[in-house]
């Protein structure tokens, strides 16, 4: 069965960091390109990152200039995110997604992990 | 930036109705378009990709449509599961993926 597990997730004061981890099991990780998506309360769900199969591309949404890492271990079949310099507009659920393929549409999600950011 | 914007944002609907949904691009993204299905306290589900091909497991009473700027979500008769948000977002110019804003789907 393919499963995406998020952790790391928790409460941060603004301008602290947090690093989030997906564990992926049930399928080749190294195949695929993965994605991170968040969704804050009341609003829509919002792309946050992208990392290539290789490692050697990632793409970001505007609003994280500069501020997020992607990452990945394919060694551990695992993905990651640091997030730096963290804002209250940052609170949500982040999500992992599976891509099918190469830039697609993201096929598998995990359940997320929250993160909160409050003084 | 590709704007994706849905209608209606809220469809109070009997169970076994018919519904369509509808997604507008502000700018072409091809057929490169998905549909998710989001329950409360559940992740999303894919449900429809490349505009009209059903993601597997997906019933048939699910159907998508359109190309270009104009997208149709189509759920043939409402089943008591259906009741959701469903979102759509392309996949054609990116960076950055966009969603619409959803549309809740609801118990008329």
């Known amino acids: 069965e393919v499963q995406l597990v998020e952790s790391g997730g928790g409460v941060v004061q603004p301008g602290g960091s947090l690093r989030l981890l997906c564990a992926a099991s049930g399928f080749t990780f190294d195949d695929y390109t993965m994605h991170w998506v968040r969704h804050a309360p009341g609003k829509s769900l919002e792309w946050v990152s992208l990392?290539?199969?290789?490692?050697?591309?990632?793409y970001y949404g505007d609003f994280v200039r500069g501020r997020f890492t992607i990452s990945r271990d394919n060694s551990k079949n695992s993905l990651y995110l640091q997030m730096n310099s963290l804002k209250i507009e940052d609170t949500a659920l982040y999500y992992c997604?599976?891509?099918?393929?190469?830039?697609?549409?993201?096929?598998?999600w995990g359940k997320g992990t929250t993160v909160t950011v409050s003084s | 930036e590709t704007v994706m914007t849905q209608s209606p944002a809220t469809l109070s609907v009997s169970p076994g109705e018919r519904v369509t949904l509808s997604c507008r691009a502000s700018q072409s993204v091809s057929s490169n378009l998905a549909w998710y299905q989001q329950k409360p306290g559940q992740s999303p589900r894919l449900l429809v990709y490349a505009a009209s091909a059903r993601a597997t497991g997906i019933p048939a009473r699910f159907s998508g449509s359109g190309s270009g700027t104009e997208f149709t979500l189509t759920i043939s008769s409402l089943q008591s599961e259906d009741f959701a948000v469903y979102y759509c977002?392309?996949?054609?110019?990116?960076?950055?993926?966009?969603f619409g804003q959803g549309t809740k789907v609801e118990i008329k």
């Open positions: 990392i290539s199969w290789d490692g050697k591309s990632a």
């Open positions: 977002q392309q996949y054609n110019n990116w960076p950055p993926y966009t």
């Open positions: 997604a599976k891509d099918m393929g190469d830039y697609l549409y993201m096929d598998v």
